[in-house]
């Protein structure tokens, strides 16, 4: 059976599991049977795109007599949606196995066991896709089942979430309907192979390029389309959010690549440097609004947005390099977003699962109601910290050696003529780098709040470890996230054939070099070795405390916390999320986001509390979204007066539309 | 023969910055407390300091975690890592290859991060001071980093440091106005990131503006010596990256005889020197500034940084 054969077959299996998840009388049992048989199907489904991956293995295509008549559904893996489908899959099968230990705490797990097999059958649909119907058919399943998942919960929030979601979820469809449209062409050659040896007027592939960054961007999350996502992922149950930060968004940016790389043919120049500047743009707004969040789950969210702009960049520097011919440094740059994929997949659905562990265990939204978890989550803990220093940026860990794959790109760009990208492409290189020191902050102020310090409420003082099933995923999640930080060399490698399909070149191979170290360039010589700081690390870390427990004092006593003489009982004196964003909010918030404290303190002599009052609103929200949607509803009332017309007045309406578009036909041509 | 010179070239780097750190340290005091007018500690005060906290017991806070008690550990490795890949005296060091400038950086905020939670973990008012303000500084200091190294980089053509020592030592480097640029952002960073004043006054502590000593309060014992002694290399980490880039005479090469050894570490030593006094005449004649008008100041470096990259990026293939 052919590769294709196979994975379609796990597709079918995954929605026969939302069946098993309707069916199935008892609750726990339909939660077991579904999470446990949607963990074995996408394992099986991502090491068969390894394998594919691994061994480099020619395209498969399949031929469903499905869909339309007269084309027929194709399915088609190559290298590039092999890649993807590991990542999907193995996204699939972490958030499957977590599952089986959160989804027992579900309250209607009818309104979530359907969907979550279903999604993923969306998400493997899409990858596999080979012509524009079966495409945009499974992209739409996918929107639509991520939609219930994130109205699973009965709540208000969720709803408005939903509601935002699915308005911003079909006019990405519709931007992707319309770009594949003029792909298709007048000879409505539907399946990718047509589109990619039809040849596109300049003006059409204009459209195309925004119409794509339109599509896929809103559905990635690109600054300023990105004002659904930290509503909708968090709201989500964690391991759907996991699933919809670490590994929807990656579907997104396939279809970006598919489009832009393969299917469109040549592009103009500005097509780099406009996705270079969106994902620059969303990497500094998204991380700087995630600094500010309160709520676990919703910072994740900020940070997805953020990560995906670094993304962004990769593909932007990938795609101004490949138009100039630069098929090395457009390697690197492809290869560092393809890492940057994957490396987001893991440590983000890790930091879902911890954000999810610690709802679990304490019932508490807002990081100022936890504290102190470390002492009773520690090994939820321990995981957690391994995310949240992966997803800094820091090594040994792997966020690091995908950011320094990017600022590698970027150093090799110099050659690229235009003084538009001169310019820009430091420009962006700044905003990448003050993205990665917010990030650290983001992450030290999570976890230093919800896990360190004092309990500030009577939950988070009495919380509880998770189950061993949501545990083991998050270590394997932490545990990949490590290899894949000390053993980079591997990865490259493994992107190899998804690198070469795309950008036409790849990197020279990794596994030939010694100590396990990595070198983009023989030219630049720049290089970089995980393992052996891995090794120095902990060699000179544990050196230093062997000396100091052999040679000095290895005594040790436990009293109450000095804090300069005065230490205060009350937890609430600690530092809480918003007060340790203050500095930050201080320094960026208000010249960017327009935030605004106000004190009001009482007059001489009054007991009155003093209070005070923040106001953090989003400038996308504000000024796009609002006067949008107010554009939309004023249209939308004074058209439905349509609705209450005579038949002859309908009559005339279609009379005059009919003579409208024959007009236009007869002036087009 | 050659892999056992560079093993003992790179354990006799790594050692020197271990000794010297202190000693810098040390030094920067009594220069200090001369220009002042006081006969100051004398030079060997750290190494006492150290030793002492050594050897006292450790009084850890009733609910501080094990990261509390790992993070002195995990800072020094770091920092120390770090610092043994910065060419001090010799150049083309055993495993410079291993970690670049952007991973020196990102070595550097690994021990930032650890930092600043153990300053949050015994949960105290004064620690989240701390760490929320190392945050903020770093926000802006670390970017500002990066983009000196991007100039750096872009001038060599490779960010590994050897490589750019290798190029401000040959003749070949010219005189860059980036380079002038980078310069002195890289001693903007450098006094944020050490925490000397304007931003941040290492010898007092129970300032409302304190940083650095903020998140190090509730240490005690050999894990303050740890931190100390952290801090102490990352002083002389700065000092050798500005040396080695910008003041490349006299480095050894792989190779060289031991005379040439010698004569490098004597002129290392005397780099050492001069920046002491020179940080300690700054430190002097300039005053602690406002926590909130930081931001001008290494937002500064931050713009430098931007100034001297994009310069690079215009003038190629002009």
């Known amino acids: ?669 | 023969m050659e892999l056992i010179e560079s093993l003992l070239v790179q354990g006799a780097q790594m050692t020197l910055v271990l000794v010297a750190a202190p000693l810098m340290t040390g030094f920067v005091r009594k220069m200090k407390a001369r220009l002042q007018r006081r006969r100051g500690p004398p030079l060997v005060q750290p190494y006492r300091d150290l030793l002492r906290l050594a050897r006292k017991e450790a009084v850890v806070a009733e609910n501080a975690s094990w990261l509390f008690r790992a993070a002195p550990y995990l800072v020094f490795a770091a920092t120390w890592v770090a610092a043994a890949l910065v060419p001090t005296f010799a150049t083309g060091l055993l495993f410079s290859w291993s970690a670049d400038l952007i991973a020196i950086i990102a070595l550097l905020g690994s021990a930032r991060f650890f930092l600043a939670l153990a300053g949050m973990d015994v949960g105290t008012a004064f620690g989240g001071i701390g760490a929320s303000r190392e945050m903020m500084i770093a926000s802006l200091a670390e970017p500002a980093m990066l983009l000196i190294v991007f100039t750096l980089a872009l001038a060599a053509r490779s960010t590994q440091l050897s490589d750019v020592a290798a190029l401000f030592a040959s003749s070949e480097a010219g005189l860059h106005v980036s380079i002038g640029l980078a310069l002195i952002g890289l001693i903007i960073v450098a006094i944020a990131e050490n925490s000397r004043i304007p931003v941040d006054n290492p010898a007092t502590h129970l300032e409302l503006t304190m940083v650095h000593e903020a998140m190090v309060l509730e240490y005690s014992g050999r894990h303050l010596a740890m931190m100390e002694l952290a801090a102490f290399l990352k002083l002389v980490l700065y000092v050798s990256l500005i040396g080695c880039i910008f003041a490349p005479w006299g480095l050894a090469a792989p190779g060289a005889e031991a005379g040439a050894y010698l004569a490098a570490l004597a002129l290392y030593v005397a780099k050492l020197a001069i920046a002491g006094t020179l940080l300690a005449v700054f430190e002097t004649t300039i005053a602690k500034m406002r926590v909130f008008r930081l931001p001008d100041f290494v937002g500064g470096a931050l713009m430098l940084g931007l100034l001297g990259t994009l310069l690079l990026f215009v003038s190629r293939s002009l």
Request: glycine share 10%.
């Open chain 1, 1 to 669: 059976m052919s590769a294709v054969a196979s994975i379609l077959l796990c597709v079918a299996a995954l929605l026969a599991l939302g069946i098993v998840g309707i069916a199935t009388p008892r609750p726990l049992t339909a939660t077991r049977l579904v999470y446990g048989g949607t963990g074995l199907v996408c394992l099986a489904a991502a090491s068969m795109a390894f394998a594919l991956l691994a061994t480099g293995a020619p395209p498969a295509e399949i031929t469903l007599p499905l869909a339309l008549p007269w084309v027929g559904a194709g399915f088609r893996i190559d290298s590039l949606s092999a890649f993807f489908l590991l990542v999907v899959d193995l996204g699939g099968a972490a958030s499957a196995l977590y599952g089986i230990g959160y989804g027992a705490h579900e309250k209607e797990p009818r309104r979530v066991l359907p969907f979550f097999p279903t999604f993923l059958a969306g998400m493997n649909l899409v990858l596999l896709s080979a012509d524009a119907f079966s495409f945009l058919l499974s992209w739409e399943f996918m929107s639509l089942a991520s939609w219930a998942l994130v109205m699973a919960h009965q709540e208000e929030e969720n709803r408005r979430a939903g509601y935002v979601y699915i308005v911003m979820a079909s006019l990405g469809t519709m931007a992707l309907l319309m770009a594949f449209g003029i792909l298709a062409g007048t000879d409505g050659g539907f399946s990718f192979e047509a589109m990619r040896h039809s040849v596109h007027a300049p003006q059409m592939v204009m459209l195309v390029v925004i119409l794509a960054l339109l599509g896929a961007g809103s559905k990635a999350g690109l600054v300023p389309l990105h004002a659904w996502l930290p509503l909708a992922h968090p709201a989500a149950p964690s391991h759907v959010s996991a699933l919809m930060s670490g590994v929807m968004t990656k579907v997104a940016v396939y279809a970006f690549i598919r489009i832009l790389f393969d299917l469109c043919g040549g592009l103009p120049w500005w097509a780099g440097l406009l996705v270079l500047l969106a994902g620059g743009i969303s990497a500094a707004l998204g991380v700087l609004q995630a600094v500010m969040q309160d709520e676990p789950k919703r910072l994740l969210a900020f940070s997805t947005i953020e990560n995906i702009g670094i993304v962004f960049v990769g593909l932007g520097l990938a795609l101004a390099f490949r138009s100039n011919g630069m098929v090395a440094a457009a390697a690197l740059a492809l290869t560092a977003a393809l890492f940057h994929v994957l490396n987001h997949s893991l440590f983000k659905s890790l930091l879902f699962f911890g954000a999810g562990a610690v709802l679990t265990a304490t019932g508490e939204r807002a990081m100022d109601r936890l504290g102190g978890l470390i002492h009773r989550m520690p090994a939820t803990a321990l995981l957690f910290l391994v995310g949240c220093m992966a997803i800094s940026a820091l090594p040994p860990l792997n966020g690091f050696v995908s950011e320094w794959l990017t600022f590698q790109a970027i150093l090799a760009s110099p050659e690229l003529p235009g003084w538009a990208l001169k310019v820009g492409v430091p420009a962006v290189g700044g905003l990448l780098a003050l993205a990665a020191a917010l990030a650290s902050a983001a992450f030290a102020k999570t976890f230093g709040i919800a896990f360190l310090g004092r309990p500030r409420s009577e939950p988070a003082g009495t919380a509880h470890e998770v189950d061993r099933f949501s545990l083991a995923a998050m270590a394997i999640l932490g545990m990949l996230c490590l290899a894949t930080g000390i053993f980079p060399g591997f990865v490259i490698d493994l992107l190899s054939p998804a690198v070469r399909q795309a950008a036409g070149g790849a990197l020279p191979s990794q596994a030939g070099l010694p100590w396990l170290m990595i070198m983009p360039s023989a030219a630049s010589g720049s290089s970089y070795d995980g393992a052996l700081v891995f090794l120095f690390m902990t060699a000179s870390g544990l050196f230093a405390a062997a000396f100091v427990h052999r040679f000095a004092s290895r005594k040790l006593r436990r009293a109450p916390a000095w804090d300069c003489g005065f230490p205060q009982p009350s937890p609430v004196t600690q530092y809480s999320g918003s007060s340790f964003a203050q500095p930050i909010r201080r320094v960026f918030g208000g010249r960017v986001l327009g935030s605004s404290e106000e004190v009001a303190l009482p007059r001489p002599g009054s007991m009155a509390p003093a209070r005070f009052t923040l106001t953090l609103p989003d400038p996308v929200w504000d000024w796009i979204y609002l006067p949008v949607a107010g554009a939309v509803g004023y249209a939308a009332r004074e058209l439905n007066r349509l609705q209450f017309l005579t038949i002859r007045r309908y009559l005339s309406l279609v009379f005059g539309a009919l003579i409208l578009l024959l007009l236009v036909v007869a002036l087009w041509s």
